[in-house]
Structure formats: C-alpha cells, structure tokens
C-alpha cells in the first residue's frame, strides 16, 4: 500500500451531460482536497457549458486541469443536445481522439511516448478513472499497465443490464430516446431488442472489465452491497475491487448567473409563503425533453390536486399547456399570491431544501433521486429512459416513493402511455398528503446520506481506501 501522503496525478475522463459530469467534478474536488493532482478531460464542445453551469468554477480551474479535447464533436446550444451527439458520435470522434490521449501521457515509471501529443500534461499519470461510456479508450491503459477504473455514474442495479448483452441480443433500429436498459439474462429467456447504439456501447464495455482494476460507484456501501455481490457472481467481476465513494452532490456554490441568482431569490419569497409540506414540484432532469402528453397529464394533475407547485419546465414548451393554466403566466414570479411557478429553469437544490416543498414528481435521474433524498423528499417516479425505471423502483423499495411504470410494463409502450392525470393525482397524494410514512422514511435516509458523505464517513473511508491502492 502506498504511503498515504505521497501526491498522486489522476486523469479523469467525462462524457457531457448533468448525470457525467456532476459525479466525475465531485470526484475531482475530493481528490483535490487530499493534495493530490487532477487532470479533467471532457469533449472541447462541452467546455463552456461547464463553465456556463458553475459545475466547474474559475476557483476549480486554478487547482484542476482542464482539457477540452479536440474530438470533432460539433458544439452544441444545449447540453442535452450535446449528451445526446457525444454519445452517439463517440465511437467515430471521441473513441480515437481518446486513444490518441491515453496513450501519450506521461505514466508514472515509464519513459516518455515519445511524439504524441499529450494536451499539455507534463506530470506523469499515476491512474485513470473514466465514465463507464468511454471503455472503448482504455486499451492504451492496458497496453500501457496504466492502473484504470471506471467510474459509475449512478447506483450499481441498472448497471447490471449491460452484463447481460451479448452478440446475440436483438437489436431494434429506432431513435426513439423512451426507452429503459431493462435487460434480462439469456438463461431467464428470450432478451428484448435494444437500440443499436445501446448494443454497440454495451458490447464495448464488456470488453473492458475484466482488465479494469476496479470500479468507483455514486453511491454509498449500505445501497450497494446487494449489487456488489450479485455482480460478482459473473466471472468477469469478480476479482474487481469496488469503492462506494459517493453520493457526490452538486456544490452548494453561489450561481454567478445573475438571472438565476435573482431567480432564486424570487422562487423563495414565493416558497416562504406557502405552508410547510404543501409544494408540488416537477422536474423532468436536462437531457430528455417530455412529450407533449406527458406535460399536459401532469398540468391536469396540478390542476387537480389544489396544492401550490412549482413546475420546470422549458420556455418553448409552455405553450404545450391547456389554456387555463397558462392565464398569468408571464406574471406569476410577480405574484406571490400565484398559485404556482412555471419555470424554464429551476434553482432544484434550493427547492427541496425548502421546508415547504412536500413531494418531487421526477424522471428518477440518479442525481435528482440522490438530491431529493438528500434533502428528505417523498418521490413519485415517472421515468422516461435509460436507468430512471430501476432508479424508480428503487425508490419504492426504500419507501419514500412509488414508480408510474412497473418493471413488466418496461417495453409496452402503450402501457406507459396510458399514465394519466388520476394516476399522477392518485400517487401524489399517497405519498405526501394522505400519509406521512414515505416523508418519515425519506428523512431516515436524508440522515444516512449526510452521514455517510461526512467527513469520516464510509464513503470518505472508501475513496481514501482507493487513492492508498494506487502505487
């Protein structure tokens, strides 16, 4: 084991978008805050809207070394758009631009790679740790014997569908985004057909886990174990050491946008005036934009239920909403008598930390999960892709919430559609009006959180567990 006090460089490796990003900067403060040297790597279009959002501040960029890599990923106007056309373009664009990188750093104990480009890193490299989605990458590492562990974004349990595809897993050529990694093993019987992008991606992966060194996790020993032990049954994982070294949480830092800073000055004269436990808020997350129906479901259910709410959603999409709704809607912010906030941006963190907010209606991202958590928030599910479904049961199973869709309703898409305003209504007040268990179990686990993310905590213990096995 090395010494604990030795400076470490460790390069970390992001895809774009609020889900990547978030965990792979927290990481890179903690590690910052031990001493040690970080070198942050993310696609060049994706730069400014790092700085653009705070996630990395003028402050970070002073003790983190930023590299924006020359990928010919084209910039985009929103980050959505932009985790979108990353992922899609990365095998063409960022997979070689990647390659090029890995193995032309400088590796601690070995000689120079004499004429690569190496993006201004002089300091040799002692390990990787890279978003699961950028495996592809890693063989520089392994023909390098660079130490590399990946990083997953979220909890261990939607993790486990990418184990599961194979060559032989159907493919269905479709762009259509509303669609959930739920994946079974061969052996449970005939697997559904996945999009040819998420077949591509998880064949890559694989590839590439059995000569990691091991893996970090978003998330925290007590959630994990029960994954941990499940994933290692399969062959390629079983030797792989895992680190719980998260939730990492976005900083509670001042926004220097000055419109969202006079925002969230305006949300909370508005939220100071409602009773305790009596806001609805709704969120959707940044990446997948909700479809009309889906908006106009949860408009109703608003509607219905008579309760103060605060509804994020975009500036372009507010003409989707029924005429009644949207009278005095320009004027609400100006009225702290409003009986709710339509916003195209909202300051979340402050939101449900708000004694007055009672209940998340969310997509079930792992960030937006883990934040209303953290903050002792009831949750009601309504996922739309990817792991949100897993993320949403999930939360059912801990009792802080319910789901919308079931697990066996995952790949029925006229199930999913037939989601309604009662339903939301229905959920929505079991969970937050007609019985105060979910909010009493959801402040247990606010209480776990904050301990385990604590100085000394588990999670702390781990990733000090991580940087000592890095020689």
Known sequence: ?????????????????????????????????RNHKVTFVICKAAVEHLRKKCELTPEDEKSIHLIGLEDGIP?????????????????????PALQKLVKGIPVAGQPPADGQDQYGITVPVNAVVADIFVAGAMVGCVERKLPYYFLNCSSL???????????????????????????????????????????????????????????????????????????????RMSNMEYYCVGPFMPEEKGDKNPSHAELGKQVTRWLDRQPNNSVVYV????????????????????????????????????SILPGDVRVGIDTHLDNPDAPGLFLHWAPQKLILAHRAT????????????????????PVVGWPIFGDQLENALWVEELGVGESLIRREHAAND???????????????????YESDAARKAALKWKDKIREVVAPGGSSNRELQDFIDAIV
């Open 1 to 33: 084991m090395a010494a604990q006090n030795t400076i470490k460089h460790f390069l970390l490796i992001s895809i774009p978008g609020f889900g990547h990003t978030i965990p792979m900067v927290g990481l890179a403060r903690k590690l910052r805050a």
């Open 75 to 95: 910039e985009c106007e929103s980050d959505d758009a932009l985790t979108v056309t990353s992922v899609m373009k990365f095998q063409d664009h960022g997979l």
């Open 157 to 235: 349990g939607p993790f486990r569908n990418m184990l599961y595809v194979t060559e032989r897993t159907p493919v269905i050529e479709t762009n259509h985004m509303e669609r959930f990694d739920i994946i079974r093993p061969e052996s449970e019987g005939p697997q559904p057909a996945i999009g040819p992008t998420q077949k591509e991606l998880s064949l890559t992966i694989n590839q590439f886990f059995s000569t990691a060194n091991g893996f970090l996790i978003n998330s925290f020993r007590e959630i994990e174990q029960r994954f941990i032990d499940e994933i290692k049954q399969d062959s």
């Open 283 to 318: 969120s959707f997350g940044s990446v997948v934009i909700p479809n009309e129906s889906r908006i106009v479901e949860v408009a109703k259910a608003l509607q219905a239920l008579k309760k103060p709410f605060i509804f994020s959603i975009r500036q372009h999409q507010q």
């Open 358 to 377: 009672a209940v998340f209606i969310s997509h079930c991202g792992w960030n937006s999960t883990i934040e209303s958590l953290f903050h002792g928030k």
């Open 414 to 432: 006229e199930e999913k559609k037939n989601i309604n305003s009662e339903k939301i209504v229905a959920a929505v007040r079991r969970v937050s």
